[in-house]
Nanobody, 119 residues
């Protein structure tokens, strides 16, 4: 059973940094693309950053390019380093694991971690 557990959220001042972690278990981590999404109050969930299972190819939302960095290690953990945080980065951040079998996409989600950027 896929399990994703996020940690590292909290309250930070504008311009500050946070590092989110997502510990994965119950599946072959190296076979899954991993992503971070976020959802602010009253808004739809949006993709923040992703890293592929093959080659570690990364992709970022325009709003976070140059400030956020996604990475993954061999210990079944994916990270999101967030620098130069802005109030508009305030949201619940979710870890996502995705794999494909033939034409079917399988998504799994963590429970989310709150990030609040405020002075």
């Amino acid at each position: 059973q896929v399990q994703l557990v996020e940690s590292g959220g909290g309250l930070v001042q504008p311009g500050g940094s946070l590092r989110l972690s997502c510990a994965a278990s119950g599946f072959i981590f190296s076979n899954y693309d991993m992503s971070w999404y976020r959802q602010a109050p009253g808004k739809e969930r949006e993709l923040v950053a992703s890293i592929s299972s093959v080659g570690g190819v990364t992709n970022y939302a325009d709003s976070v390019k140059g400030r956020f960095t996604i990475s993954r290690d061999n210990a079944n953990t994916v990270y999101l380093q967030m620098n130069s945080l802005k109030p508009e980065d305030t949201a619940v951040y979710y870890c996502n694991a995705r794999t494909r079998r033939l034409v079917t996409v399988y998504d799994s989600w963590g429970q989310g971690t709150q990030v609040t950027v405020s002075s």
